[in-house]
């Protein structure tokens, strides 16, 4: 008999940014995003350019704004096709719609793919959410497949769970924002200069201000603060949430801030990620935050 824990696949699209042991250990099928450093060749992220070297290019030459592109359709064609021909249904998990058309990208292959097997099981998932709480959000699908859940019961507690993920987080500056066009819902903030150090928080798929600080130091503090006040303020308890933090190119500031945020919210287990290049065009090269989703199974029954 077909061991029901492992009866369907796991597929993300690249803003998940799971470390690549998590991804093996999991088996999760990763739909890489497309950059572009000079605005006409576009390099698979993790595949034709790493995260590490990103950055790189990015502290190297400020007057460099990359872009990204989604997966084609063709993409998640070929993942969808080979997990077919493995006999796996698929759930498969992609960035926010208010960040890019990943979502429909997936959904498009999803058709094309359901016309020649029409008896495939795929669902197509718009998390609400991008980097490290997408990436919580498939690790807790992960976790539903290990502990036995039905391909039935983890769709339905995906549509519960995803609608708790936040982001708090802060950038070096609003300047990247404003070039990728994402500056719209924080231009209260802005004023009249771009110096000043934004705290964002993204929820229910878009991103809006949640104050402001004058120092890289109390950006960062107010980010944590502000998470702190949406457990207090919604009467939720922390334990009942995964954590995630993550940093863009400063890893010892990253591990600083993983280690100051496990101390405020009384926990050694919060994974501490690096920012991929799908979202670090967006923030710059500086991005630093804490965000959580709560765990599958303290989701309260109705």
Known sequence: MKDKKLNYAIVS??????PEELVSKYDIKIVPFYVSLDGQTYLKEKVDLGVRDFYEKLVGDTNLFPKTTLP???DYETVFKDLIREKKDIICVCITTK???SYNSASIAKNNCLEK???AKITVIDSMVNTGVQGLLVLEIARMRQEGKTYEETIQLIEEIKKTGRIFFTVGNLEYLRKGGRIGKLAGIVGATLRIK?????????????GIAFTRKKSFLKATDAALS???ENNENPDDYQFITGFGYDIEEGMAYNEKSKEIFKRDDILLIQIGATIGVHTGPYPLGVGFIKKFDRIKKA
């Open 230 to 232: 949406y457990f207090k």
């Open 99 to 101: 960040f890019s058309g």
């Open 13 to 18: 699209d690249g803003s998940c940014d799971l």
């Open 117 to 119: 097997f029409p008896n």
């Open 198 to 210: 934004p705290i964002i928080v993204l929820k229910d798929g878009e991103i809006f201000s949640s």
């Open 72 to 74: 084609t359709v063709a």
